[in-house]
T-cell receptor
């Protein structure tokens, strides 16, 4: 399976600031996904990142708050903008190639003060 | 829209025993995939097992096996000879069959926290 590197692994940020999370894969993949896992909860999809096109956002998530880039088939970024304590979560990227199961990065644990 | 339900928030079992985690789902799709992922305290999501809905045979991976009942929309995970390293959150997940050789989002259940007792 693909090796996925997600950075940073954790961060503590001030409210009102923004943080960009990177997801790097060691092979080309068709789809990359960004999920949020709030404390003690399950995973919820934020958006699907397609190479060369705009990301597709799920209901309740907007591009101004969570801009995503996908410049090539091995890399994507998620920015959490204008952060508030409610954004404290684990953010995970996953990759899906054709109909293969998705594999996940180690996640970014984000805390907002 | 799909929903996935895990009705057991927490379970515990003695080491070496067998444990079964339950999952039910609701969908109007006829073809889909079902997965079990585990998330240890290290927080990485690890794929445990996959089941294709069009296959009648239940999937197995070493000590892990599933009981897939398509008509009942049930998908349970059995862990045999449980080990301390099996302690984790276990999530059941649903995925539509991708079209055009793409991939689709995962819909997760709320998870079951499994503790293996020495």
């Amino acid at each position: 399976s693909a090796v996925i590197s997600q950075k940073p692994s954790r961060d503590i940020c001030q409210r009102g600031t923004s943080l960009t999370i990177q997801c790097q894969v060691d092979s080309q993949v068709t789809m990359m996904f960004w999920y949020r896992q709030q404390p003690g909860q399950s995973l919820t999809l934020i958006a699907t990142a397609n190479q060369g096109s705009e990301a597709t956002y799920e209901s309740g998530f907007v591009i101004d708050k969570f801009p995503i880039s996908r410049p090539n088939l091995t890399f994507s970024t998620l920015t959490v903008s204008n952060m508030s304590p409610e954004d404290s979560s684990i953010y995970l990227c996953s990759v899906g190639h054709y109909n293969q199961p998705q594999h996940f990065g180690d996640g970014t644990r984000l805390s907002i003060l | 829209a799909q929903t996935v339900t895990q009705s057991q928030p927490e379970m515990s079992v003695q080491e070496a025993e067998t444990v079964t985690l339950s999952c039910t789902y609701d969908t109007s799709e006829n073809n889909y995939y079902l997965f079990w992922y585990k998330q240890p305290p290290s927080r990485q999501m690890i794929l445990v097992i996959r089941q294709e809905a069009y296959k009648q045979q239940n999937a197995t991976e070493n000590r892990f096996s599933v009981n897939f009942q398509k008509a009942a929309k049930s998908f349970s995970l059995k862990i045999s000879d449980s080990q301390l390293g099996d302690t984790a959150m276990y999530f059941c997940a649903f995925m539509k069959i991708p079209s055009n050789f793409g991939n689709e989002k995962l819909t997760f259940g709320t998870g079951t926290r499994l503790t293996i007792i020495p």
